[in-house]
């Protein structure tokens, strides 16, 4: 049975730094590309950061330059740098494997608040 694990979200100032963490078990991870996704309030879930299997990257417009999505096979770990934030990337974060096929189940997501 798969789960994903995200955490590391907290309240942070406009212009701070949060790190997010995905722990995920029970599949080959190595093999899929993954993804953070975020919904904020009254919003549809939108894909933030996308990393293939072999390292590659692709971001939203919104975020690009701002965050880096990285990944420890051996760890079976997401990880989300995000930089310079903005009071709209508040929400409740989520990994996943990429866009295009059958998402594992959520996890419970890492809320980040955006506030001065």
């Known amino acids: 049975q798969v789960q994903l694990v995200e955490s590391g979200g907290g309240l942070v100032q406009p212009g701070g730094s949060l790190r997010l963490s995905c722990a995920v078990s029970?599949?080959?991870?190595?093999?899929?590309?993954m993804a953070w996704y975020r919904q904020a309030p009254g919003k549809q879930r939108e894909l933030v950061a996308f990393i293939s299997d072999r390292g590659i990257t692709n971001y939203a417009d919104s975020v690009k330059g701002r965050f880096a999505i990285s990944r420890d096979n051996a760890k079976k770990m997401v990880y989300l740098q995000m930089n310079s934030l903005k009071s709209e990337d508040a929400a409740v974060y989520y990994c996943?494997?990429?866009?295009?096929?059958?998402?594992?189940?959520w996890g419970p997501g890492a809320q980040v608040t955006v506030s001065s």
């Open positions: 996943n494997k990429g866009p295009g096929g059958t998402q594992y189940p």
């Open positions: 029970g599949t080959l991870f190595s093999i899929y590309a």
